[in-house]
């Protein structure tokens, strides 16, 4: 029997506190009136921007638990892939892809690496090259800048890039026009904009809102949650990508009201509602 609603698969890690990763994404994906299917990569107690963190590496278990997927014969809408700790768990990802993908699955890949023109210590060149292959199966993929310079082998000159040179980015990124780029994190002037390839209409947009000048991490797992769910219910990319940043831009104007750790990520909870229509 068809699927009553949509359902998507999510690869990413699980940290129990530190608003991140699937914690984040079950929420909005599931606000947004879609079934998300949680494939952990890592379980930890909160995310590691916090001085002290729990963390077990899911890497092992990964193929058992997928299997138990292979004998349901479940099958989703759209697969999406962030934080992956080795290189052994590109070869996972790419097997899960191969093996679920349908013509109807959109694949996403947060190609979660890199930040303020710093690699992570975590990642390896094996990973970068890994991550290169990976995007190369993506429909759509949401680099920051420093990740888009790293992918396409620019130089990083920090956040405050040219639309030109987002626009060349987005070009050496799209594998020839057959994935979509959402680069984030661009700033401009009073603004922060993401600027976008979509290959659906073959056509360059940005999307910008007011900047709040305080940076939480896991926001970047909030916005493409947003842009997954939006997607499956049948919005255009550049739809999917406005609703994403005013939810972040909601959201980021009313946590700064407050003098919380900026660890403890967006508060997101009370603009959950604005996502459903
Ligand atoms: O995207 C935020 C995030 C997700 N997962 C882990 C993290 C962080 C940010 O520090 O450490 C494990």
């Given at each position: 029997?068809?699927?009553?609603?949509?359902?998507?698969?999510?690869?990413?890690d699980f940290s129990g506190f530190g608003r991140c990763s699937l914690s984040v994404s079950l929420p909005i994906i599931s606000a947004m009136g879609i079934?998300?299917?949680?494939?952990?990569?890592?379980?930890?107690?909160?995310?590691?921007g916090y001085s002290s963190y729990f963390f077990e590496s899911f890497t092992d278990k990964m193929q058992s638990y997928i299997?138990?997927?292979?004998?349901?014969?479940?099958?989703?809408?759209?697969?999406?892939?962030?934080?992956?700790?080795?290189?052994?768990?590109?070869?996972?990802?790419?097997?899960?892809?191969?093996?679920?993908?349908?013509?109807?699955?959109?694949?996403?890949?947060?190609?979660?690496?890199?930040?303020?023109?710093?690699i992570y210590s975590t990642y390896t060149d094996e990973m970068c090259?890994?991550?290169?292959?990976?995007?190369s199966v993506a429909d759509v993929i949401t680099p920051n800048i420093t990740e888009a310079c790293?992918?396409?082998?620019?130089?990083?000159?920090g956040e405050e890039i040219s639309f030109e040179k987002?626009?060349?980015?987005?070009?050496?990124?799209?594998?020839?026009?057959?994935?979509?780029?959402?680069?984030?994190?661009?700033?401009?002037?009073?603004?922060?904009?993401?600027?976008?390839?979509?290959?659906?209409?073959?056509?360059?947009?940005?999307?910008?809102?007011?900047?709040v000048k305080k940076a939480y991490p896991g926001t970047g797992d909030l916005f493409t949650s947003v842009i997954c769910a939006s997607l499956l219910n049948q919005s255009e990319l550049k739809e999917a990508v406005s609703l994403a940043s005013k939810f972040i831009y909601d959201a980021a104007s009313y946590s700064i009201n407050f003098d919380t750790d900026i660890n403890d990520g967006l508060i997101y909870e009370p603009f959950l509602k604005t996502l459903i229509n």
């Open positions: 029997m068809a699927n009553p609603i949509k359902r998507c698969a999510i690869i990413n079934q998300c299917c949680t494939v952990p990569t890592a379980i930890l107690s909160n995310h590691t299997k138990e997927w292979q004998k349901l014969e479940l099958d989703f809408d759209l697969i999406s892939t962030g934080f992956l700790g080795c290189s052994e768990q590109f070869d996972i990802v790419k097997s899960f892809i191969n093996d679920f993908k349908q013509s109807k699955t959109i694949i996403v890949v947060d190609p979660v690496m890199a930040d303020n023109g710093k090259s890994k991550m290169k292959d990976l995007i790293i992918l396409s082998g620019e130089k990083y000159d987002a626009k060349s980015l987005c070009q050496k990124l799209n594998n020839n026009k057959k994935t979509s780029v959402v680069i984030t994190g661009i700033i401009n002037s009073e603004d922060i904009c993401s600027f976008v390839y979509d290959k659906y209409s073959d056509s360059f947009f940005k999307v910008c809102t007011p900047r």
